[in-house]
Nanobody, 121 residues
Framework: QVQLVESGGGLVQAGGSLRLSCAAS????????MEWYRQAPGKQRELVAG???????NYADSVKGRFTISRDNAKNMVYLQMNSLKAEDTAIYYC???????????????WGQGTQVTVSS
């Protein structure tokens, strides 16, 4: 059974920083794309940043220059360094990954349970 577990959320003042981590565990052959999403109260879930297995990165315009996504393939982990945080960054942050696992080496998308980030102004 494959699992994604996020950590690193919390309460921070505007202008501060947080680093989110997401660990994939289970019977994993390989991981393709890894992404961070967020969902604020009353809003749809939105893509924040993504990184491919080859290291290609994309960011939402709202976080460019402030957030940095990275991954450690040896540890099956993805990170999101968030700097210069704003009140509008307040949301539950979710990790998503396309993971190849199991006897048939099939690729599936998995989601973590989410971690709360609250930025006070």
């Amino acid at each position: 059974q494959v699992q994604l577990v996020e950590s690193g959320g919390g309460l921070v003042q505007a202008g501060g920083s947080l680093r989110l981590s997401c660990a994939a565990s289970g019977s994993i052959f390989s991981i393709n794309g890894m992404e961070w999403y967020r969902q604020a109260p009353g809003k749809q879930r939105e893509l924040v940043a993504g990184i491919t297995s080859g290291g290609t990165i994309n960011y939402a315009d709202s976080v460019k220059g402030r957030f940095t996504i990275s991954r450690d393939n040896a540890k099956n982990m993805v990170y999101l360094q968030m700097n210069s945080l704003k009140a509008e960054d307040t949301a539950i942050y979710y990790c998503k990954a396309e993971i190849i696992s199991g006897l048939l080496a099939a690729a599936y998308f998995y989601w973590g349970q989410g971690t709360q980030v609250t930025v006070s102004s």
